[in-house]
């Protein structure tokens, strides 16, 4: 099969998307597949990727060619307007898929998504709407509101609302968030109000929204989901810290055990709440949920993540390997579970 890995783009997710990229083509390709890897943003001149690509072809050197073009992002926006590189759209076109490696803005938000759809052009993950929802944690919390699912109490700010907790019953400490943001690039713990004047000032900008919620002091869980079905609860212990951009992505400092320790009753329902999530969202083929669990083991649903990591320390792959799916199987399984969007 004809396989785009799309990745890149000019989200603050920009590394962390192209080293998620130069996994799953390498996975894609190992499970059998004529897997190219593609900037967003900068595209490619050559419109015929595939047929040099079909016996061999040298990620590695691919990737750097990719990370080169990261310093050149500025000076290109100042001098178009569109979005997609060069013959993106043409491009995506030609393949059977295109499995989308994008993480962050212009990426998860379902704009690309709705472009594809206007274009025809196959993709894996969840639509243009669920994307949308399910990027920005606003919305997703009115969702899970709506639909009982436990999840900590917040507010929704603009830059124009009032930013006193106790108008919307909060007190320290609390987490502030940006809406649309991933990998917790903008997200801060706050104990006191100099901290928290600090955290609205980064926050805001990087967004015009952001979130304040509760801050659940316990254990940090996430379950994938694959075509509705939880995988195994995987349990993350950060070594130091809490689980932040820099424990996510970098090796060793953080230990992730899956399945993780907790009883059968609470495995089940974590999985269970998991599913509901992902249905009430409308996400298709698969997605990330994560939560925390205070002291009294109650469990509080944070977010839904439409296209989750596939880098080294990601956790999808790790819940798969321990169901016995290792990962060029698992890139293979996705692309098969997103192409089921397509049929009648």
Known sequence: MKIIVLCGGISTER???ITSGMMICKGLRQAGHNAVLLDVFFGSPDTDV???????YDIEAEIKKIQSYTEKIKS?????????????IAICQSADIVFMALHGKYGEDGLCQAAFDLAKIRYTGSGALASGICMDKGITKQIFYGSKISTPKSVWLGKSDSKNLSDYGLSYPVVVKVCNGGSSVGVVIVQNADEYD???????ALDDKIIVEEY?????FSVGVL????????EII????????KNKYQGGATTEICPAQISDELTEKMQK????????????AYARVDFMMDGAEKIYCLEINTLPGMTPTSLIPQEAAAIGIDFPTLCDQLVQLSLEKYKG
């Open 50 to 56: 595939f047929s040099n690509a079909e016996q061999s």
């Open 216 to 220: 659940i002091k316990g254990r940090e």
């Open 15 to 17: 590394e962390i998307s």
């Open 238 to 245: 950060p070594k130091t810290g809490w689980y932040d951009y």
């Open 227 to 234: 075509a509705g079905k939880a995988l195994p609860v995987i």
């Open 273 to 284: 709440v998991s599913e509901d999530a992902y249905r009430v969202a409308g996400c298709e």
């Open 76 to 88: 290109v926006q100042e001098k178009r307007k569109e979005f997609f590189g060069e013959n993106v």
């Open 198 to 204: 600090q955290a609205l000032e980064t926050c805001f």
